[in-house]
């Protein structure tokens, strides 16, 4: 398996994190692929099996990248993604699905 994954450095001393492993254009539609992203920074309604996403979980894997950098350890090392999910909850605590109508369906 291949991951592309850069470090990005300016002359400014920017440094930027990026992540082509996935990309895609912005304007392409859904149905996408079903595995997106490493587990450990994958968001829950990806681990639920939602085919839809967007700008969001690279958010949501951004927080985990600098809780990591922060802690010098990953947050969530799930080994499966129903370890995952259950790390997710004893973290961050059980979401309440009237919150999160999508969670609940999937």
């Not at 539609?29 to 839809?52: A, C, N, Q």
Request: net charge negative; with cysteine.
């Amino acid at each position: 398996m291949k991951f592309l994954t850069l470090l990005i450095v300016n002359r400014h001393s920017v440094l930027k994190l990026a992540d082509f492993g996935t990309a895609k254009n912005l304007n392409d539609s859904p149905p996408f692929t079903g595995y997106v992203s490493t587990r450990w920074y994958r968001p829950p309604e990806f681990i639920l099996g939602t085919s839809k996403y967007d700008e969001s979980s690279d958010v949501f894997a951004l927080g985990l990248v600098f809780a990591e950098f922060y802690n010098l350890t990953p947050l969530f090392c799930g080994t499966s993604a129903l370890d995952q999910l259950y790390k997710y909850i004893d973290v961050l605590g059980a979401d309440d699905f009237k919150y999160w109508e999508e969670g609940m369906r999937l």
